[in-house]
């Protein structure tokens, strides 16, 4: 599974969110106000399950990750 942002986020840019894919399956998870998936395609129920486990895990650094980028 990779997890990366796209280098252009919208103007104005979007809160932060990070994006997932795994194959053909992608999904986009919003980090605030709680870590929750914003949308998801080929993605089961349980994948997003885990995809939000793994986000929650890891938010503070992607959280950093997003400011180092967009800053």
Same mark, same amino acid.
């Given at each position: 599974?990779?997890?990366?942002?796209?280098?252009?986020?919208?103007?104005?840019?979007?809160?932060?969110?990070?994006? /997932?894919? !795994?194959? =053909?399956? %992608?999904?986009?998870?919003?980090?605030?106000?709680?870590? #929750?998936?914003?949308?998801?395609?080929?993605?089961?129920?349980?994948?997003? /399950?885990? !995809?939000? =486990?793994? %986000?929650?895990?890891?938010?503070?650094?992607?959280?950093? #990750?997003?400011?180092?980028?967009?800053?």
């Amino acid at each position: 599974m990779r997890f990366f942002f796209y280098s252009n986020e919208g103007d104005p840019r979007e809160p932060v969110h990070i994006h /997932a894919q !795994l194959g =053909a399956s %992608v999904a986009k998870i919003w980090l605030y106000p709680v870590v #929750r998936v914003a949308s998801s395609s080929g993605f089961s129920a349980k994948d997003q /399950a885990t !995809l939000t =486990a793994v %986000v929650e895990q890891n938010r503070e650094l992607i959280e950093e #990750r997003w400011n180092e980028r967009f800053s």
